[in-house]
């Protein structure tokens, strides 16, 4: 029988998950099929349970209820309790296990896709919502030299800052004024086509800007290039992700270069 996954979110229509994992299944040979699903505001828990009744083996979820499917699951993997949120869900015998693949993406995409070294490198982490602390763990497991989490209310910044330890710092975005190898937006404003209010010195020319939008061409990373920095949107976070999801669902690592490819092309 056909193993059945979705991703949940509200909206989802623009997803592009089920390409990606059709890809990937295809590519791997792998019986599956894999769905959107748009599930209401307030009935997200019901849209799981529906699913799995229906057979579901597992499922990703998209803004705005990574925090809710934390909450959902039973059981959590590491990675998903530090990261607070949870993006892929197990469901099995042992009930509903809740992962987040998210920062794994990211390094990935950083490190294979770009050559991107962290070791020994100076990061600025713009934002301290979610998608931001869905990634640091993974950051600071590639041992970069300094981590600085940046945000409008710095408070929120500083309770990241302190959640993590290892010296990860905190500021206000106008205070990250010096050079940093690296500049991660993790921040809303790009969806709203905004840019958060950033000193020009925190880049130069060996700086690589990292928006994790993908899909258009954001103020933050139209900014990053007039200061001379190299840019990189989140499409290839999206597809590294998404791989990470598949390997905890199917055992199986998917090549994500030439899914990639294919969505850069179209």
Known sequence: MTDRYAVFGHPIAH?????IHAAFA???GQDMTYEAILAPLDG??????????????????????????????????PRAQRAGAVN?????????LGDNTDGAGLVADLTRNLNHTLAGKRILLLGAGGAARGVIEPLLEQQPAAL????????RAQELADLFGHGVAACSFEAANTP??????ATAA???????????NAFNATTLAYDMMYGRDTPFLSFARTQGAATADGLGMLVEQAAEAFFVW?????????????LRAA
């Open 148 to 155: 600085v989490i940046a945000n409008r209310t710095v408070s």
């Open 26 to 28: 295809r590519q791997t």
């Open 190 to 200: 790009s969806l709203a086509g905004e840019l958060p209010p950033l000193s020009a």
């Open 44 to 77: 997200f828990a019901d849209s799981i349970a529906q699913f799995v009744t229906a057979g579901g083996r597992g499922a990703n979820v998209t803004v705005p209820f990574k925090e809710e499917a934390y909450t959902l699951a039973q059981r959590l993997s």
């Open 180 to 185: 940093f190898d690296l500049i991660i937006n």
């Open 88 to 96: 892929t869900l197990v469901f099995n015998a042992e009930g509903i």
């Open 250 to 262: 199917r055992g199986v690592r998917p090549d994500t270069a030439a899914v990639i490819a294919s």
């Open 15 to 19: 997803s592009k998950s089920p390409q």
